[in-house]
């Protein structure tokens, strides 16, 4: 055995439980110190009432979902006009090249002596001679061609007859003869009542009939000379 040994005693087994059981209850008496102490505290001090916390609900709302970009519209198509093709110029044709043919120049005719021309001579122009002159008519196919026509005009002024209305409406109704001269060419040289109907309205509308009318020109028969006419002239409304 060493010094070490020799030097520490040994503790015989009883001696260590009643050392444990020492320090249980020392503790146990520290610990009901302690608890007491505690309760006593407790005790002296006033008692608050901690007021009930307030409950505040929180809902967890979902954001709104963002509003989707609104999408642009598509790019117009860029037209790209044609292009306007270029005139092909044409090939300008080269001129085929001939062959020169001389001919021989023909021989000059000769000139042959014209005679000097000579004045000419007036000769007077010849007129044919006059158509003989038609014979004349009879005096009977005179006075039927003098007749036929009379009776011409006589329809060409009833024919074209213009009535009055101021003898209409005073229902006037007359013959008056009228006399008048007329021109080969049909023109009225004068006109005048050569026997009245009695009443002034019906002559003065037949003789302004007579003086309004264009008359034919006379027949072949008839004489070239300024000839006198009688005619009655019938008004009726």
Same mark, same amino acid.
Request: glycine share 4%; no cysteine.
């Given at each position: ?51 009930? +916390? ?20 598509? +790019? ?96 006037? $109704? ?9 021109? +080969? ?26 003086? $309004? ?25």
């Amino acid at each position: 055995m060493n010094a070490a040994t020799l030097a520490s005693p040994v503790q015989p087994p009883k001696f260590r439980k009643d050392h444990f059981g020492r320090a249980l209850v020392i503790g146990a008496v520290i610990e009901a110190l302690m608890i007491g102490g505690l309760i006593y505290s407790n005790l002296s001090q006033p008692v608050t009432v901690k007021p009930k +916390p307030k409950i505040m609900a929180i809902h967890m709302i979902k954001p709104a979902p963002p509003k989707p970009k609104p999408v642009p519209p598509p +790019p117009k198509p860029v037209v790209h006009p044609k292009p306007i093709p270029k005139p092909v110029p044409r090939p300008i044709p080269r001129p085929v090249p001939h062959p020169v043919v001389h001919h021989p120049l023909p021989p000059k005719p000769l000139l042959a002596k014209t005679p000097a021309p000579q004045a000419p001579v007036y000769t007077p122009p010849v007129t044919p001679p006059a158509p003989p002159p038609s014979p004349a008519p009879s005096p009977a196919a005179r006075q039927t061609a003098v007749n036929l026509y009379a009776s011409e005009i006589r329809s060409l002024i009833q024919a074209n007859l213009r009535i009055p209305e101021e003898l209409r409406l005073m229902r006037l $109704s007359g013959v008056t003869v009228v006399s008048f001269d007329l021109t +080969p060419q049909g023109r009225v040289l004068w006109a005048k009542i050569f026997r009245s109907s009695g009443i002034g309205a019906v002559d003065r509308t037949a003789e302004k009939a007579v003086r $309004s009318i264009i008359y034919p020109a006379f027949s072949r028969k008839m004489p070239k000379t300024v000839t006198l006419f009688v005619v009655d002239v019938h008004i009726r409304t």
